[in-house]
């Protein structure tokens, strides 16, 4: 049974490594290997500076908000969770904008979208509590008007933002993967695996709060800090996504639902299987972005989080029927 | 084990005391059940001394040492609880939630031998290892209710607290749970404080019963003593005697 399980999850990790492969060989236009192994030439540079940096990047963010989504999902008891819906990501893009707008060094601007995305969720879950209890419709509609109030915000600092900054604030709330350098690139990477190995290691406290808070303490977890030290650690994930890719919705929620059908609800199985799953559907969505309306012919691309809102917000409105049913 | 000495309760100062200085005392390896009409403060009174709620006014020992001072996980250790129904609406197998039960124990990522062989005998003992890869929310009530007796069981705690464990219960569902609660206590000398509103089954069942009326312990002690038509018709706002309803 366990080795099924583990079978499962090797074979998605291999599937990952064969996805980002196949994405930064096959996207147009396609290069072979004899191109890439070939020292100095373009595409050789176009393989290891713009394709495979985009595609590791798509994969490390698609698995972050996956990973965000999870932990979302079980502290809140709610599997229509995520950090796009409820607001957080909202908040983590509006301290980012503000610190471009203050024209703040660019390795201060993921701090202030941590430091706002926390700040926002903790908003958020207190506002959603009603006598101590958390509703599902609740916090959907707590996330929808704390949306609509950021982006409000958004636009209200974007009015006086000069040109250059204007620009960089759209790509910010549309969604987009640009390559990075390596040593950057590599810096997150670190930052994001370390925030995923710590949910890990407590993915059974994570199962037990899924239960809510009165029998999560019954079973011996200190609600109080767990939580405390859950909900900073996944707003770090979404701040580092949010201030570099922008505004990616619905990931985080479709992927753990995917990861929970394939795997089952244990939370040590469900993390592993939602950052390989949601990586590499954020990069077949980077793949539609860059192919769905013809980058040769119109010159252009669409914003990756564009296609991820169009897969996801049926999908959302699914899981939504589901959940009233049940 | 268990002393409440002059409890309070009030949830906002607008509202009345839901409890009004309640003292009572549970001995080791007995069966007790709490009784009162709805809004009596059965729940609350349960929950202030598993140490859910935050005390306001009195205390709460537990073996002498105010509850207050013990870490969550010394007290899951002293304490398992067993609530109304299943609190999840995560796709979660038996054996997984049952094995929760032993968390308690052992922190990190995985369970030790003990906890899977604990959990083994208990789903033997309770009937469920065939329901063992069952996804909870396809359980039936009645089954439901032996998952959650099978995770408190499992703590290894030495106290059971059941808040109206036979809620959406039927006759024979309801005499199964409290049948096996009665041999895990006379097995293990575990001590069980219920929330109940079954007279009949409270006098069957249990070795000593509260009555609670408006925050204040009306009775107390053996059901055949507290349990009398005079008491029940007092406490339960009756007027008829209850032999003739």
């Known amino acids: ?19 980002i492969l196949a994405f930064a060989f096959l996207s147009e236009p396609v290069l072979s290997f004899a191109d890439v192994a070939q020292a100095d030439s373009l595409n050789h540079y176009i393989f290891w500076q713009l394709r495979l940096p985009r595609a590791v990047l798509a994969f490390a963010i698609g698995a972050a908000l996956s990973v965000s989504g999870v932990s979302f999902q079980a502290l809140l008891k709610n599997p229509l969770a995520d950090p796009y819906i409820l607001g957080v990501s909202g908040g983590a893009a509006l301290g980012y904008v503000l610190g471009v707008v203050l024209g703040m060094p660019f390795f201060l601007l993921p701090v202030l979208a941590f ?95 899924s239960l809510g808070d009165e029998d999560a303490f019954h079973l011996g977890v200190n609600v109080q800090r767990e939580k405390i030290l859950f909900f900073t650690v996944t707003s770090l994930l979404v701040g580092a996504s949010v201030s570099l890719c922008g505004l990616i919705g619905f990931v985080g929620l479709i992927v753990p639902h995917l990861a929970r059908l394939l795997i089952g609800a244990d939370h040590r199985l469900v993390l592993p299987t939602s950052a390989l799953l949601g990586g590499s559907l954020l990069l077949f969505c980077e793949f539609l972005a860059a192919h769905l309306i013809g980058f040769e012919t119109l010159n252009t691309r669409l914003p990756v989080g564009a296609v991820t809102a169009l897969i996801g917000a049926p999908l959302f409105v699914i899981l939504l029927k589901r959940q009233v049913r049940s | 084990m268990i002393q409440v000495q002059s409890l309070r309760y009030q949830f906002s100062a607008k509202q009345n005391e839901i409890l009004n200085d309640v003292s009572l005392q549970i001995s080791q390896g007995k069966l007790v059940a709490i009784c009162g009409l709805n809004g009596s403060g059965k729940t609350t009174l349960l929950r202030l001394m598993a140490g859910f709620l935050p005390l306001q006014q009195g205390h709460v020992l537990w073996k002498q040492k105010p509850i207050q001072q013990f870490e969550a996980q010394e007290l899951a250790q002293l ?21 929760m039960g032993r968390h308690c124990w052992q922190k990190g990522l995985f369970f030790s031998k ?14 469920l290892s065939d329901f063992a890869t069952r996804v909870i929310s396809d359980l039936s009530g009645g089954e439901r209710q032996r998952v959650l007796l099978a995770r408190a069981f499992v703590q290894g705690s030495q106290a059971i607290f059941l808040d109206e464990p036979l809620n959406h219960l039927d006759i024979k569902a309801r005499l199964q749970v409290l049948q096996q609660l009665k041999t895990f206590n006379q097995q293990q000398g575990v001590t069980a404080v219920a929330v109940l509103h079954d007279l009949s089954l409270v006098k069957q069942y249990f070795d000593e019963v509260v009555l609670l009326h408006q925050g204040r312990v009306a009775h107390k002690g053996p059901p055949d003593e507290v349990l009398t038509d005079q008491n029940i018709a007092a406490v339960f706002e009756l007027a008829l005697s209850p032999s003739s309803i």
């Not at chain 1, 090797?10 to 996805?19: G, M, S, T, W």
């Not at chain 1, 879950?125 to 419709?137: C, I, R």
């Open chain 1, 115 to 209: 430091v706002s995305s926390l700040a926002c969720l903790i908003l958020i879950y207190k506002l959603a509590q009603t006598d101590g209890v958390l509703s599902v419709t609740n916090l959907l509609l707590v996330g929808i008007v704390f949306n609509a109030f950021s982006f409000a915000l958004i636009l209200l600092i974007n009015s006086v933002a000069h040109f250059g900054q204007a620009q960089q604030i759209l790509y910010l709330l549309l969604g987009s993967l640009d390559p990075l350098p390596w040593s950057r690139l590599l810096l997150i990477l670190v930052f994001l695996i370390f925030g995923f190995c710590f949910l890990w290691l407590r993915a059974k406290e994570m199962n037990i709060l």
């Open chain 2, 114 to 127: 003990e906890d899977h062989e604990r959990v083994n005998q208990i789903l033997l003992d309770l009937d």
């Open chain 2, 79 to 99: 304490l398992a609880w067993v609530p109304q129904d299943f609190p999840t609406s995560f796709p979660f197998t038996v054996r997984e939630f049952v094995m």
């Open chain 1, 1 to 19: 049974m366990r080795l099924n399980l583990l079978f499962k999850i090797i074979a998605l990790f291999v599937f990952c490594v064969l996805a």
